[in-house]
């Protein structure tokens, strides 16, 4: 049976840089979910602002709280976004 000084000292197969390149990886691609996300939203609001002029009385305010809602969502991903590169970053 191994001692565990021996254990510690065995090489076992784990390359860091594979490690880290599978990472940065999953970051981007996180990264991209979420910018990918934001756009949508942020069409969608312009989409919601667009139909403001057709709309009339009450119709208008919500449809200035639905695009604002869409705007905030937006904002949202674009923070995850941005973490998922910082993260990434950090990983080279």
């Known amino acids: 049976m191994k001692s565990f000084k021996e254990f ?8 860091e840089g594979i490690v880290r390149g599978g990472a940065s ?3 981007a691609a996180n990264g991209r979910k979420h910018g990918d996300a934001a ?4 069409n969608a609001a312009k989409q919601a602002f667009a139909s403001y002029a057709r709309k009339e009385g009450g119709a208008k305010l919500e449809t200035i709280a639905i695009a604002i ?3 905030l969502d937006g904002l949202i991903s674009t923070r ?3 973490g998922s590169v910082s ?3 950090t990983l080279k």
């Open 25 to 27: 990886l999953a970051f």
């Open 8 to 15: 510690l000292l065995e090489d076992r197969g784990l390359e």
């Open 87 to 89: 993260g990434q970053l």
């Open 80 to 82: 995850h976004q941005i």
């Open 69 to 71: 809602n869409h705007l």
């Open 39 to 42: 756009v949508r939203s942020y």
